[in-house]
């Protein structure tokens, strides 16, 4: 039978499944021992709202992606990815007008509040141009005096683009995360349909040869 899929954004994923869905494929890059799914990040997110909706939840994986590993949680192991990446594909700060615009909608107490934090990053990147310039190696080429200032220029209308001057401020990009199998219906493989509960027969038929003694 064919399928009628349709792109949308994370965000209006709850609009979404209660409307037509009535079931949702996942991908996934690896499944544990315990059942639980690791995917991309944004994975779990789904297969929660789906569970909330009661939408069941499947999820197309081959066997050699089965592991013997049990994993619980998105932080342990993981893929930490180019923060910048977001950043550079990331929203512009809001222009003046912008700002005029939704003062006059929330009020000027509400914008003063909300804009504080870009108010404070803006007064940072100020001060640390202002410290960098006159502290600048004169022994760097002219190449790489081109690069950083690209590179400067293609973040300096970003949000957050400073985040790297900013003290105290880390920030975490994780490509991946574990869907727990309590949210997971069945797991569709080559040999066939089967739930989460039997990842441990899947890794004991099929990884005979690689198995951990």
């Not at 994975?43 to 994986?61: D, E, G, N, S």
């Not at 920030?171 to 441990?200: C, F, N, R, W």
Request: glycine fraction near 4%.
């Amino acid at each position: 039978p064919t399928l009628d899929i349709s792109y949308t954004l994370i965000n209006s994923v709850t609009y979404v499944m209660c409307k037509e869905v009535t079931k949702v494929l996942l991908g996934a890059a690896c499944i544990m021992s315990n059942g639980n799914v690791v995917s991309r990040a944004g994975t779990a997110t789904i297969a929660l709202v789906a569970k909330h909706f009661k939408l069941p939840v499947l999820v197309c994986c081959e066997t050699y992606k089965f592991s013997e590993r049990v994993q619980i949680d998105s932080i342990c192991s993981n893929e930490l990815g180019d923060f910048d990446a977001l950043i550079r594909n990331g929203k512009d700060k809001p222009s003046k007008a912008d700002r005029a615009q939704h003062a006059s909608l929330l009020g000027k107490d509400a914008y003063g509040q909300a804009s504080r934090l870009n108010l404070d990053l803006d007064e940072h990147h100020n001060n640390s141009s202002k410290y960098n310039d006159e502290d600048a190696n004169t022994n760097v080429t002219e190449d790489e005096n081109d690069s950083d200032e690209q590179d400067q220029n293609a973040f300096k209308h970003k949000l957050l683009g400073n985040w790297r001057n900013t003290p105290k401020l880390k920030m975490l990009h994780l490509k991946y995360d574990t869907t727990p199998s309590k949210l997971i219906q069945m797991v569709i493989t080559e040999l066939g349909v089967m739930p989460p509960s039997a990842a441990p027969v899947i890794i004991r038929e099929c990884h005979k040869d690689r198995q951990l003694s």
